[in-house]
């Protein structure tokens, strides 16, 4: 029989056990063409994924923790998304995937493989504004301007979701029709955070947009 000694050296820990057989579990499910790429020893394994993003094909090899955030920031270079909290409860990332707002720090990029995302940068240009930058110009609806990106991405989707009668939480009845109302737009924008506290600014822009009073 071995001695104590010999076999110590050959123990496991129940976390390298557990950690052990969730990356076969991972390993197994994956299709071959999504498996991580073979990199040197020690380099960190990357993964295809495959977005458009404000309507270019962009294709990138990404560490599989990567956020959908930092595949914007750090590798597409399209800086207008800001990092806020980094924990999903200021907005300030928020960005349009698939006609849909969320908060890009939450999603990891490889969940978006082949979806298509809008970032503030698709939406208009200097020259050409959409029509809810222009109206955060005409009503000030910013100050420091780190929000902005954010909230005018958020003020989009949501007059997409009034339109679309998405219900919301302030709704009695969830299968009446969404009206645009200063209760409605406060819930839905509640979400997006402004620090310098230009709601009264911000709420005015997106009515004037939608052809409503705030």
Do not use: W
């Not at 010999?6 to 390298?16: I, M, N």
């Not at 560490?63 to 909290?85: F, Q, Y």
């Not at 737009?185 to 009264?200: D, F, K, P, Q, T």
């Amino acid at each position: 029989m071995p001695a104590m000694s010999d076999t110590a050296e050959f123990a496991l820990s129940r976390r390298g056990v557990l950690a052990g057989s969730a990356a076969s579990a991972v390993a197994a499910a994956a299709p071959a063409e999504t498996m991580p790429q073979r990199t040197p020893s020690g380099a960190t394994p990357t993964m295809p994924v495959r977005l458009t993003v404000n309507g270019e094909k962009r294709e990138l090899a990404l560490d599989p923790r990567t956020t959908l955030l930092d595949a914007l920031r750090e590798h597409l270079h399209l800086t207008g998304t800001k990092k806020g909290c980094d924990h999903g409860q200021c907005g300030a990332c928020t960005v349009i995937v698939e006609g849909r707002r969320i908060n890009s720090c939450l999603s990891l990029a490889l969940q978006h493989d082949g979806d298509e995302i809008t970032t503030i940068e698709g939406l208009g240009t200097p020259d050409k504004l959409h029509p809810m930058q222009a109206a955060f110009v005409k009503h000030d609806g910013y100050q420091c301007g780190y929000c902005t990106p954010g909230q005018i991405c958020s003020a989009v989707a949501v007059l997409d979701e009034i339109k679309r009668d998405v219900p919301s939480h302030v709704q009695g009845d969830l299968t009446a029709k969404a009206r645009f109302s200063n209760m409605e737009l406060r819930e839905r924008m509640s979400g997006n955070i402004c620090r310098c506290g230009a709601y009264s600014n911000i709420a005015e822009a997106v009515a004037d947009v939608a052809g409503e009073r705030a």
